[in-house]
């Protein structure tokens, strides 16, 4: 019986230990020159949270509202009190929903939105959020640069242009380079965008992609993946999700082209760390696909 007891408390402490040890990034060192990229497990939605070397931080979408909660206190634990770049990709709730909390709870610096609006309660509150703390919106399209210095640039990609027909299609898009290391942010851009981008003079070849639209099959058209030549995609997508994202065709074609797929799904919070030659990917559990 002894014997046993001892095996399950063995086994529960290796469960235990295996578990703070994947959540716990390899290296991790606070110290360093690194640049972090937190893909923040926020089930069907997106938000993406970016701690830069000099300290600044960029927030991209907060989930829905119930998700709030959980981003503050993701970013808190981290050690952050402020934004000082906060991104509405565009004004649809699963990426919306909570950024009034967020806004609510940070000091927060800049604030930028595309150049659509939104009767939903979600955006008004959002405004009103906005508006209580003395913040103006800046509402940005493509061609906008909000960070230049030595080795980060942060620059807005899309939307391109001034009408679209989807809402999805207004969606931000957000090219960060540091260094030699590229990561693009496409929201929920969809064919209409990837096709003006594709038009564009833009540099769209990154090593990260933030896969457009949760997998969905409205996005990550082919030669739009040929032209960002990613070698990480990163799946913002709740389990068992209502539109059956991420799409098996969206999977084939990444896993086509050799690009290693982290889903929060799957992996829960995922993060990306670079010193601007080498990244490393660390998930909550599980591993790539
Ligand atoms: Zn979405």
Same mark, same amino acid.
């Given at each position: ?8 408390? !063995? ?5 235990? !230990?295996? !578990? ?6 390899? &290296? ?15 089930? /069907? ?8 070397? &000099? ?7 907060? *989930?829905?509202?119930?998700? *709030? ?22 004004? +649809?709730?699963? +990426?919306?929903? *909570? ?6 709870? !940070?000091?927060? *610096? ?8 939104? @009767? ?13 703390? @003395? ?77 457009? +639209? ?25 389990? @068992?999700?209502?539109?059956? +994202? ?10 086509? /082209? &050799? ?24 998930? /909550?559990?599980?591993? &790539?696909?």
């Amino acid at each position: 019986m002894k014997k046993v007891i001892y095996l399950i408390v !063995f086994i529960a402490a290796a469960l235990l !230990f295996e !578990f703070a040890g994947t959540y716990a990034y390899k &290296n991790y060192d606070d110290g360093d020159n690194s640049l972090k990229v937190h893909y923040i497990d926020v089930w /069907q939605g997106d938000s993406t949270f970016i701690e830069l070397p &000099n300290g600044k931080t960029i927030l991209i979408d907060a *989930g829905e509202v119930e998700y *709030g909660d959980r981003v503050v206190k993701y970013i808190k634990s981290l050690g952050h009190s402020k934004i000082d770049y906060l991104f509405a990709t565009h004004p +649809h709730s699963d +990426h919306i929903g *909570g950024l009034k909390k967020v806004v609510k709870t !940070f000091d927060i *610096g800049s604030i930028y939105m595309p150049d659509i609006t939104s @009767n939903s309660t979600l955006y008004l509150d959002l405004l009103k959020a906005i508006e209580t703390k @003395n913040k103006k919106i800046n509402i940005v399209k493509a061609g906008k640069t909000i960070i230049s210095e030595d080795d980060i640039d942060l620059k807005v990609l899309a939307p391109i242009e001034d009408e679209y027909e989807e809402v999805n299609d207004y969606s931000i898009v957000l090219k960060l380079t540091y260094k030699e290391k590229k990561f693009l942010f496409m929201a929920d851009a969809e064919y209409e965008s990837e096709m003006d981008l594709l038009d564009s003079k833009y540099d769209l070849s990154a090593d990260v992609l933030k896969v457009g +639209h949760h997998g969905s099959t409205s996005s990550t058209n082919y030669y739009f993946l040929k032209a960002v030549k990613p070698s990480i995609g990163i799946i913002s997508v709740g389990k @068992n999700n209502d539109y059956g +994202h991420p799409k098996d065709t969206i999977l084939e074609k990444l896993k086509k /082209q &050799n690009v290693k797929i982290y889903r929060t799904d799957l992996n829960g919070n995922i993060v990306v760390r670079t010193d601007g030659r080498y990244e490393e990917v660390s998930v /909550q559990y599980g591993s &790539n696909s």
